[in-house]
């Protein structure tokens, strides 16, 4: 939490990464500025996903740099992972939850094994978050008694748990029954009201529009075309974005 | 649905009393049928067993009541010492085989000859007969007569046993830790947790919990093996018997061993297989990972 003057949280620059000799990322450079939302929009394997796994270093770059808060250089093949972790947060599309713990249990590990907290306390906290997505009655249930709805809010609160400068979300949504989307959307908006950095990669163009700051889009390892929601939905400058919004808006 | 069904959206379960009579009616007909088929055959088989020209000698050879009763006493006797073994050798092959399938996992290359160590040891405990490796260490050791090393065959026995075990089991656990969803791993590792914490918290627990019949399994295996320690001359069940035996020129007493193991393995065997249901219906119920 330093350097608090300079806007920009997040810088990117030039990351490549390849699977085999499938190259996913082609020099792609992204900024993010503080407690603003930037949504993903793209087709499937245009790079979104490893892009967000490359900022939270659960994947390596193959070059570039990420850097956050101009302080911590993730993509330093020294750097500790664990404390670029601790301050970058992430949500998968499938909730990954531990299948074994309950609820609490779940959101209290990383806090009492990695930061120290007192059981005593990180129950308090967690049990003050789980109420404000609305889940407290769930505390001590087992992840396999939740809708995905449910567990993917309990997903967003056990990461939120560790207090991160940044949050990853990974299509959070995509495996989500229509009807439990819309729960799981009210979560984001009230962590963007709360002021959090957010980095999003989504299908739901609705409220990519509704609650991004800026969109940008992917394609081919980059990004291609960027701005503020109403140009880039109503006004797009290429015809690869105009082609890409009119088959999923269609 | 009868007119008597409640409203819908009242939180109560609802089955027509009718329908429930019909489905008792037909369960109860169902195990009455079952029940005297079964008692059919075995009384049919029994009297054609029985019938055969040679079933009085079958009988005096390996089921004399007056052999049984004789040999049983001393028989259950010597069976204290197979438990002991095996209540000695079980948890030390939790514990090594558990060490070992984990020294595997490990991918720092610091840590490679641990790494060749027990893949090696792997590789000969679970490729060499146990029986030979009970021989080995058995009459081997205590044929070098090394100062303060012990020479019980008892005490060689049971550590075969945990060596050629421990191999299994690593593996069992292996393929335990294997069976749980790397995005499992990519979640804790994601919250900051270090990877011996993602082992400890995360994946440990949920590959023992996968890995509880197989592992019940090579419990019941265990319990049976303790007798291949009867090769170096403990009075142990088996050896008990085979005394028994020679001295009446009669087989009953093997065949009272055998009840004795039963009555052990059975109860276990029905235990591992009643878990087993049981986590199949957990899965089916509600399979988030």
């Known amino acids: 939490m330093t350097g608090g003057s300079d806007p920009t949280l997040l810088t990117a620059r030039g990351i490549w990464k390849s699977f085999d000799d499938h190259?996913?990322?082609?020099?792609?450079?992204?900024?993010?500025?503080?407690?603003?939302?930037?949504?993903?929009?793209?087709?499937?394997?245009?790079?979104?996903?490893?892009?967000?796994?490359?900022?939270?270093?659960?994947?390596?770059?193959?070059?570039?740099?990420?850097?956050?808060?101009?302080d911590l250089?993730?993509?330093?093949?020294?750097?500790?992972?664990?404390?670029?972790?601790?301050?970058?947060?992430?949500?998968?599309?499938?909730?990954?939850?531990?299948?074994?713990?309950?609820?609490?249990?779940?959101?209290?590990?990383?806090p009492r094994k990695v930061v120290g907290t007192s059981v005593a306390q990180a129950r308090d906290e967690a049990r003050a978050l789980l109420a404000r997505f609305g889940l407290d009655a769930k505390a001590d249930e087992y992840p396999d008694r939740l809708s995905g709805g449910q567990a993917q809010r309990v997903a967003i609160v056990?990461?939120?748990?560790?207090?991160?400068?940044?949050?990853l979300f990974d299509e959070i949504t995509s495996a989500l029954d229509p009807l439990l989307?819309?729960?799981?959307?009210?979560?984001?908006?009230?962590l963007k009201s709360g002021g959090l950095t957010i980095v999003m990669a989504t299908h739901e163009m609705g409220f990519a529009r509704e609650v991004a700051d800026r969109v940008c889009f992917l394609s081919d390892g980059m990004v291609l075309e960027q701005g503020p929601p109403d140009q880039l939905f109503n006004d797009p400058r290429l015809p690869q974005t105009r082609e890409f919004l009119a088959r999923v808006l269609a | 649905?009868?007119?008597?069904a409640p409203a819908p959206g009242t939180p109560v379960v609802y089955k027509d009393p009718v329908r429930q009579a019909l489905a008792r009616r037909r369960a109860r007909r169902n195990a009455l049928v079952g029940m005297a088929s079964l008692i059919g055959f075995v009384v049919v088989v029994a009297a054609f067993v029985a019938s055969t020209p040679g079933w009085p000698v079958v009988q005096e050879t390996f089921f004399s009541p007056e052999q049984f009763a004789d040999s049983f006493a001393g028989l259950l006797e010597a069976f204290w010492l197979n438990v002991r073994i095996f209540l000695v050798a079980e948890p030390l092959i939790l514990v090594f085989s558990l060490v070992i399938a984990l020294v595997?996992?490990?991918?720092?290359?610091?840590?490679?000859?641990?790494?060749?160590?027990?893949?090696?040891?792997?590789?000969?405990?679970?490729?060499?007969?146990?029986?030979?490796?009970?021989?080995?260490?058995?009459?081997?050791?205590?044929?070098?007569?090394?100062?303060?090393?012990?020479?019980?065959?008892?005490?060689?026995?049971?550590?075969?046993?945990?060596?050629?075990?421990?191999?299994?089991?690593?593996?069992?656990?292996r393929a335990g830790i294997g069976s749980v969803h790397p995005s499992q791993r990519m979640a804790a590792r994601s919250l900051g947790l270090s990877t011996f914490q993602t082992n400890r918290y995360v994946v440990l627990p949920q590959a023992i919990r996968n890995v509880v019949p197989p592992l019940l399994n090579d419990f019941i295996s265990l319990q049976k093996d303790t007798a291949l320690v009867a090769v170096l001359g403990p009075i142990e069940i088996l050896r008990q018997a085979q005394i028994d035996a020679s001295s009446s020129f009669n087989y009953t007493p093997y065949v009272a061993?055998?009840?004795?193991?039963?009555?052990?393995?059975?109860?276990?065997?029905?235990?591992?297989?009643?878990?087993q249901a049981r986590m199949a219906r957990r899965q089916r119920a509600g399979g988030v990972a």
Request: one cysteine or more; a negative charge.
């Open chain 1, 158 to 167: 056990r990461a939120l748990a560790m207090q991160p400068e940044l949050m």
């Open chain 1, 181 to 190: 989307v819309g729960e799981v959307l009210d979560a984001v908006r009230e």
């Open chain 1, 73 to 110: 250089d993730v993509t330093d093949p020294s750097v500790d992972l664990d404390t670029v972790r601790r301050r970058i947060g992430i949500v998968f599309q499938s909730y990954n939850l531990f299948p074994h713990m309950t609820v609490l249990d779940n959101v209290t590990l990383a």
């Open chain 2, 257 to 275: 061993a055998a009840v004795i193991f039963l009555a052990l393995t059975i109860p276990m065997t029905r235990f591992a297989d009643w878990i």
């Open chain 1, 23 to 70: 190259s996913v990322l082609r020099g792609l450079d992204l900024d993010v500025a503080r407690h603003q939302a930037v949504v993903l929009i793209g087709a499937s394997g245009s790079g979104k996903s490893t892009l967000l796994r490359c900022i939270n270093g659960l994947e390596t770059v193959d070059a570039g740099t990420i850097v956050l808060d101009g």
């Open chain 2, 104 to 173: 595997r996992t490990l991918k720092a290359p610091i840590f490679l000859p641990l790494r060749v160590m027990a893949t090696v040891f792997v590789d000969v405990f679970r490729g060499v007969p146990t029986i030979l490796v009970i021989f080995l260490l058995g009459f081997g050791v205590p044929a070098l007569r090394l100062q303060g090393v012990p020479t019980s065959p008892v005490f060689w026995g049971t550590t075969a046993l945990v060596l050629s075990y421990s191999a299994y089991v690593a593996e069992v656990f």
């Open chain 2, 1 to 4: 649905m009868t007119t008597t």
